[in-house]
């Protein structure tokens, strides 16, 4: 069992001020706006607001009320596909100016998410991001603090804690049904997104896009991490992508990324722009192991992606064969952060996803590039509250 408290205990006991910040702006909303749903503004009008739009419609707490994209047919198209019926804007400004809402979701090209979150706070408003948060750990952290200090709350993608799988394994470590812990192994990748060429451009990658979901994952069962070491590379030169024809790939699209947690544990996490995957973006029948964990009684195997999985592998037993448990999805969606996110201001209750944990995983990636860039090993400075669950 794990020394440190459990997040409960975190939220219960602790009297430091960033709990207590993060308390009060719960209740804020609830106390400023009782009884009415969260409206909520939507940046960015592509590929993954095609997820998000009908999660968020099926909330009974949560109204769109707004649709930007700097493209903006694409807003309109948006707001008729899924009968919205909310206000469009061309850009962000507008938006803020515009119809009032009460939190920002944030889904544009990533190298724009700090710049238009730091709007969103400034302008009094909260936000969900879609990884990453911003461009470096230090402007993340700066949002961090920005919104603590006007009673706002950020956070960012993924949602993979949520994921009833994610709650079996991290009660499986804390109950030491896996031993001493040892080494753990994510890994997520595909042929790389052909519509947007932000992907490949530099802030991009396959880190931020693909690696995210397992760091998050590991960290989130492991605890942070200390310091890493990592390996990154370009494999396709060139890439086409539909919106700006064939372009030069400036970010890697292959990375391995070795992770030092506390008490000896090693990780290490494998994404990439090449990796072929025939289940793509449907992951529901996907049948690979794609993240293990391995103590010396035991070891556990999540099947499929931690975003998308379909249960847990546990082998701890010398005599019995290895047992497939916790295959309910008990309603996990992977697009679902901004509606729990939204719900959890509504609620005042603290959800799961938390914006240290979003931070930690944004200094992991920068620093993995760090790291391949000077071959150093590179120390490590965030934390999170752990564990999660
Ligand atoms: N596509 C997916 O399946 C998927 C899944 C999970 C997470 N994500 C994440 O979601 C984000 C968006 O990815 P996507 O695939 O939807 O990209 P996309 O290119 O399809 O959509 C991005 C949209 O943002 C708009 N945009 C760019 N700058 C803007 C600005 N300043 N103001 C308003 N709109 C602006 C673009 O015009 C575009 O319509 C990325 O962070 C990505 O990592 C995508």
């Not at 009297?15 to 702006?25: F, H």
């Not at 238009?116 to 948060?133: D, F, R, Y």
């Not at 042929?191 to 998050?216: C, I, K, Q, R």
């Not at 000896?264 to 990796?275: E, L, R, T």
């Amino acid at each position: 069992m794990s020394k440190s408290i459990s997040r409960q205990q975190f939220l219960k006991y602790t009297a430091s001020a960033g709990a207590a910040v993060l308390l009060t702006s719960l209740e804020g909303f609830a106390a400023e706006r009782p009884g009415k749903k969260m409206r909520v503004a939507i940046i960015g009008c592509g590929s993954v607001s095609n997820r998000y739009i009908p999660h968020l419609q099926s909330s009974k707490l949560i109204e769109i009320v707004s649709l930007c994209d700097i493209k903006y047919e694409r807003a309109t198209a948006q707001n008729e596909q899924y009968k919205v019926g909310a206000a469009t804007y061309a850009d962000i400004d507008a938006m803020l100016a515009g119809v009032p809402f009460d939190m920002m979701v944030t889904l544009t090209d990533m190298q724009l998410h700090g710049a238009l979150n730091k709007k969103a706070l400034q302008a009094g408003k909260h936000v969900w991001s879609e990884k990453p948060m911003a461009n470096t750990y230090a402007e993340g952290k700066a949002l961090y603090d920005l919104a603590k200090s006007k009673g706002l709350r950020i956070w960012g993608a993924p949602a993979v804690v949520n994921s009833p799988q994610f709650a079996f394994m991290n009660e499986c470590i804390q109950k030491g049904k896996l031993g001493k812990l040892a080494t753990a192994h994510g890994q997520y990748g595909h042929t790389g997104p052909t519509w947007s060429a932000f992907f490949y451009e530099a802030g991009g990658g396959s880190m931020p896009d693909l690696g995210v979901y397992n760091m998050a994952t590991l960290t989130g069962l492991l605890g942070p991490a200390k310091a890493l070491m990592a390996m990154t590379s370009i494999v396709k030169p060139e890439r086409k992508v539909d919106d700006k024809g064939t372009i030069k790939a400036v970010a890697e699209d292959n990375a391995h990324v070795l992770m030092e947690h506390a008490n000896g544990v090693i990780s290490h996490v494998m994404c990439g722009f090449n990796y072929f995957d025939p289940h793509g973006h449907e992951a529901g029948n996907q049948t690979l192991h794609s993240i293990q964990i391995y103590g010396d009684q035991g070891n556990m195997r999540m099947i499929g992606y931690d975003w998308e999985t379909n249960g847990v592998v546990l082998d701890n037993q010398w005599d019995k064969p290895p047992v497939l448990m916790s295959t309910d999805k008990g309603g996990y969606e992977w697009q679902e952060g901004a509606t729990k996110v939204g719900e959890s201001l509504i609620n005042q209750i603290e959800p799961r996803i938390n914006a240290e944990h979003a931070l930690h995983v944004l200094e992991i990636i920068e620093a993995a590039r760090q790291s391949s860039a000077t071959g150093m090993k590179v120390k490590l400075q965030s934390k999170f509250p752990w564990p999660m669950v």
